[in-house]
């Protein structure tokens, strides 16, 4: 039996021209965000979103011309310091539902962003002049 997943957002990234001809698709839950990538052979990289530390909202030219964005993520993740969730429709939109998410993420589990710089063990606040 196939286990069915509620996603709340779901999209593939596209092309240049706003075609969605890409073998990558992005998912997003309540707790996180899937990115599946390859043709014939398949990744598929989770970020829990309780981790997602920064969100940056990248719109050049040629992609606001077709209506697309892409979001920058910067996270507490040591195998996925960085991704970015490219060529999207209403980037700006996603970008608010992810933000508004990853913060209830962190609310539900009592995680503060200090948390996250106490982890970083190249944090050192000892030497700041």
Request: negative net charge.
């Amino acid at each position: 039996m196939a286990e069915t997943t509620a996603y709340i957002w779901k999209e593939r990234k596209r092309t240049l021209f706003g075609l969605p001809w890409s073998f990558t698709v992005y998912k997003l839950t309540e707790e996180k965000l899937l990115i599946e990538s390859g043709f014939l052979s398949k990744k598929e990289e989770e970020i829990r979103l309780y981790r997602i530390m920064d969100l940056t909202l990248v719109r050049p030219l040629g992609q606001r011309m077709f209506g697309l964005g892409t979001i920058h993520c910067c996270t507490a993740d040591k195998s996925t310091p960085e991704f970015d969730i490219q060529r999207i429709k209403n980037s700006s939109h996603i970008k608010e539902m992810l933000s508004d998410l990853v913060e209830k993420a962190r609310d539900a589990k009592r995680i503060t962003a200090r948390e996250f710089m106490d982890a970083d063990s190249d944090f050192d606040d000892d030497h700041i002049g």
